[in-house]
């Protein structure tokens, strides 16, 4: 290989060559086919290892989001089309301006996605109370009265599956950062409540009408998530 | 090549490099209806419909930002050409399958064919400079990804604990091992259009 001619190359394009050498390189560029066409290699190498790896991170959001339409856009072909006519577009869109943005597009509500399922964790005969007490109050919906007997359960044995529905218990009675702080540590595991515990904290902002940490969240569940569906629902509402 | 005029429907790039959701999805709406019904009707379904144009829309984001995609022709008919011609090549790597493709390739529309191959040969350079890199060795690899992330030669010459004359010759000599393979390469010699 003919390093030096590399090395060369290199400190043209970083602008470190003496205006001598330049001259003298640009001379021997437009002598030599060889050379040029080699030259043209190069920086056309560094072009795209520049947008490889300086841009990955632009190109992975790209491609999150681009999954994310593209997906919303498949599915929603698929069931029913409603026909908007035109002028009701006309009509939205007067209303718009009088009302502003905010009536027209309005943002999605926590109470609209916080459907949990029930939570089975004793079988009958089972005789730990503060278990039972914990199924039953959560299911009953009475979360702030759930708490301590979660708190209870998890002292003597700490499941993903306890925490997770301790943490839903915390976040529906407002102790939203003890919440996160449970879906957290959830989501470094790698149980299986791992994607619900991502899908929770996306609830969490949404409670806390941070619409955009919200979003940024949900971009991060993988779309094999059992209950992917309402992801793409609740993305489609934050647009 | 002529220089022909940029046309209007460039946003639709702009707005793919800047991935402005907004443009995404109207591009969605408006262009890839057609190219749904065109496989769907040449053996494919919508699941397969879906893969070839999200491979096309990644395709287009990164030509976009090598600042090499200027579009000179409408983006309709560019993009279904793209995702029509991406999917008549899948179907031909699996045509043990026995397909039947209603083909009418005789499309006299210059500027969008040319702007076609465009895309083409970019793609297929890329593919080549991909397959060159993993051919480097682990060394060579791990400095080139460290420099054009990192972009500081010093920076990079303290993570990787060697010296900064030496990072800067080494990423010199590994990008001139690519060129001279890339050189040595016939496809490439074949794909060249300058």
Known sequence: MNEERYIVFDQYLQDELSAEEKVKFEKELSEDPELASAFETFKELNLHLENKFGNADEFDSFKENLKSISNAHFKASKPKVINFKPWIYLIAASVTVLIGLFLFNPNPNFEDFNQYENAYFTERGDVDKNLKQAEETFNAKKYKAAIPFFEAVLKEKKTPEIQYFYGISLLEANKIKDAEVVFNELKSGTSIYKNKAIWSLALSKLKQKDYKSCKEILLTIPSDYEDYDQVQELLKELD | ?194
Not at chain 2, 51 to 78: G, S
Not at chain 2, 104 to 133: G, I, Y
Not at chain 2, 156 to 170: F, Q
């Open chain 2, 1 to 194: 090549m002529a220089n022909n005029a940029i046309h209007p429907d460039q946003i639709y790039i702009e707005g793919l490099a800047n991935n402005n959701s907004a443009i995404i999805q109207s591009i969605y709406k408006k262009f890839v209806p057609k190219v749904v019904s065109y496989i769907r009707n040449n053996s494919g379904d919508e699941d397969q419909a879906q893969d070839v144009v999200q491979e096309i829309m990644i395709l287009l984001f990164n030509q976009a930002k090598a600042n090499k995609l200027q579009l000179t022709c409408p983006f309709d008919a560019y993009f279904f050409l793209l995702c029509k011609r991406k999917w008549l090549n899948e179907l031909k790597k699996s045509s043990n399958k026995g397909v039947t493709i209603d083909e009418d390739f005789a499309s006299n529309n210059e500027p969008t064919e040319e702007m076609v191959t465009q895309t083409e040969a970019f793609e297929e350079k890329q593919q080549l400079f991909d397959a060159m890199f993993q051919k480097l060795g682990d060394k060579c690899q791990e400095l080139l990804k460290l420099s054009f992330t990192i972009k500081s030669m010093e920076e990079v010459a303290e993570k990787l604990n060697v010296t900064y004359g030496y990072v800067r010759k080494k990423k010199s000599l590994c990008i001139g091992q690519l060129t001279q393979w890339i050189q040595e390469n016939n496809r490439f010699k074949s794909l060249k259009i300058t």
